[in-house]
């Protein structure tokens, strides 16, 4: 079995997985560079390594430009 790290389901194969991953609404990522949201297989080739797919932005970085849209808190006053 293969499992989702983001919403924790289970896939018979890995290839089902990595087509989970692209469409998983709990792997979104935002990059608080440029504003946009894309999904974590967008982001990145290898696993390791992420940088924002907006052709205009460099951002990088899992926790340095890139978070997981469920890590960021909207501030209020």
Do not use: I
Not at 8 to 32: I, M, P, V, Y
């Amino acid at each position: 079995m293969h499992t989702c790290r983001n919403c924790n389901q289970s896939f018979q194969t890995e290839l089902a997985l990595e087509l989970h991953r692209d469409t998983c609404t709990k792997g979104q990522l935002f990059c608080q560079v440029c504003g946009d949201r894309f999904s974590e297989g967008d982001a990145t080739q290898d696993g390791w390594h992420y940088e924002c797919p907006s052709e205009d932005c460099e951002g990088d970085g899992l926790q340095e430009d890139l978070y997981r849209v469920d890590d960021v808190r909207t501030a209020t006053h």
